[in-house]
């Protein structure tokens, strides 16, 4: 467990294991438990970064507002702190939007791997978006499919506790939710990582095409389609972490 400043914003992460490292980067208001389907695949071969993004978890939330510009700095301050001299980025939603633009403005970023990503904020339903949040009714519905909420009661409880200790509320959260719906991304072209982009299909925050037309403007880009909504990576962790490890490994040397 390490802290990483900011200027003057404290920022929470943990890392883990060995070998080439890897850094997950939540999305609106999640906090790291997001990342739990993946960080048991990937632990182990190579290291894992989870930092809470400003305003989640145990990072400080300062007033807003929040840019995708300043958390891209976040987690540059994140990487310098542990010495980390490059890493490859997962990232979620908003943290798709950081991983671009940290690609694109520092020299770290190995290769990248985009869930739910749009390329603008105008791609983001934002009523759709807010609809996610902790304290929204039947807020788990737009994360994921009937089926896979039905399937397992017992884990949709898991992850509601899971929520209620991690995830940001309030101003803060809709300070993150700002950030995402005014990113308008760097030029595309410029950003030469190995770049991977997943969608649900079902997704009511980021339309599909807005996906596919991310994934096929980034130089070396790939668009995947996923069952379900915006949680979808999760939904079905075992196929999409088994992709991300052809990734790295691909990319490891």
């Known amino acids: 467990m390490s802290t990483a400043r900011n200027r003057d914003v404290a920022l929470y992460y943990e890392a883990d294991g060995d070998g080439p490292t890897v850094v997950f980067i939540n999305d609106v208001g999640y906090g790291a438990w997001l990342w739990g389907w993946h960080y048991d695949a990937v632990a182990g071969p190579y290291e894992t970064v989870v930092w809470d993004l400003r305003g989640t978890g145990r990072s400080d939330a300062?007033?807003?507002?929040?840019?995708?510009g300043t958390l891209a700095a976040d987690l540059?301050?994140?990487?310098?702190?542990?010495?980390?001299?490059?890493?490859?980025?997962?990232?979620?939603?908003?943290?798709?939007?950081?991983?671009?633009?940290?690609?694109?403005?520092?020299?770290?970023?190995?290769?990248?791997?985009?869930?739910?990503?749009?390329?603008?904020?105008?791609?983001?339903?934002?009523?759709?978006?807010?609809?996610?949040?902790?304290?929204?009714?039947?807020?788990?519905?737009?994360a994921f499919s009937p089926a896979f909420r039905d399937h397992?009661?017992?884990?949709?409880?898991?992850?509601?506790?899971?929520?209620?200790?991690?995830?940001?509320?309030?101003?803060?959260?809709?300070?993150?939710?700002?950030?995402?719906?005014?990113?308008?991304?760097p030029p595309l072209y410029e950003?030469?990582?190995?770049?991977?982009?997943?969608?649900?299909?079902?997704?009511?925050?980021?339309?599909?095409e807005a996906a596919e037309s991310l994934a096929a403007d980034l130089p070396r880009g790939t668009g995947e389609a996923v069952e379900g909504r915006h949680c979808c990576f999760v939904e079905h962790a075992p196929a999409v972490t088994d992709r991300l490890l052809a990734l790295l490994d691909e990319h490891a040397e």
């Open 152 to 185: 397992d009661p017992d884990l949709l409880e898991r992850i509601a506790d899971w929520r209620a200790d991690e995830d940001a509320t309030g101003v803060a959260r809709d300070a993150q939710a700002d950030a995402m719906t005014a990113f308008d991304a």
């Open 191 to 208: 950003i030469t990582q190995p770049a991977e982009v997943y969608y649900g299909v079902d997704d009511p925050v980021v339309e599909p």
């Open 62 to 68: 300062p007033a807003g507002p929040y840019d995708v």
């Open 76 to 142: 540059e301050a994140v990487l310098a702190d542990h010495g980390v001299g490059s890493a490859h980025l997962v990232g979620a939603g908003l943290g798709g939007m950081v991983a671009l633009k940290y690609a694109h403005q520092y020299s770290r970023a190995r290769s990248l791997t985009l869930y739910c990503t749009a390329g603008s904020g105008d791609a983001i339903d934002r009523d759709a978006l807010d609809s996610l949040a902790l304290d929204a009714p039947s807020s788990l519905d737009g």
